[in-house]
């Protein structure tokens, strides 16, 4: 079992920046690849970014390629992602997600936080 808390998620203003991070505990860390999906509501959970295991290999949804950087810290148990020059579409639950493989799909991930609320206000 893989227990996953994210954190940072907040108000701002269009075009500024937040820093999410997402804890895993659990399980060994290193074993997952490791995503960020976002939902707003009443909408899908869409793909944002993922990274595999050793820190070497990321991908993106193309909407926020070269604004959003995913990274880990595997000493720490920890991912983050930077988010820059944020838009108001992209206010939503952001979700940090645990995987034997990285992936866009949900369903492959087996272990889902809870999520923390982003606010992109105008």
């Known amino acids: 079992q893989v227990h996953i808390i994210e954190s940072g998620g907040g108000w701002v203003q269009v075009g500024g920046s937040l820093r999410l991070s997402c804890e895993a505990s659990?399980?060994?860390?290193?074993?997952?690849?490791m995503g960020w999906f976002r939902q707003a509501p009443g909408k899908s959970r869409d793909f944002v970014a993922a990274i595999n295991w050793p820190g070497s290999y990321t991908r993106y949804a193309d909407s926020v390629k070269g604004r959003f950087t995913i990274s880990r810290d595997n000493a720490k148990n920890t991912v983050h992602l930077q988010m820059n020059n944020l838009k108001v579409e992209e206010t939503a639950v952001y979700y940090c997600?645990?995987?034997?493989?990285?992936?866009?799909?949900?369903?492959?991930?087996?272990?889902w936080g809870q999520g923390t609320q982003v606010t992109v206000s105008s």
């Open positions: 997600a645990a995987g034997n493989l990285l992936s866009t799909m949900t369903g492959e991930y087996s272990y």
């Open positions: 659990g399980r060994t860390f290193q074993d997952f690849a």
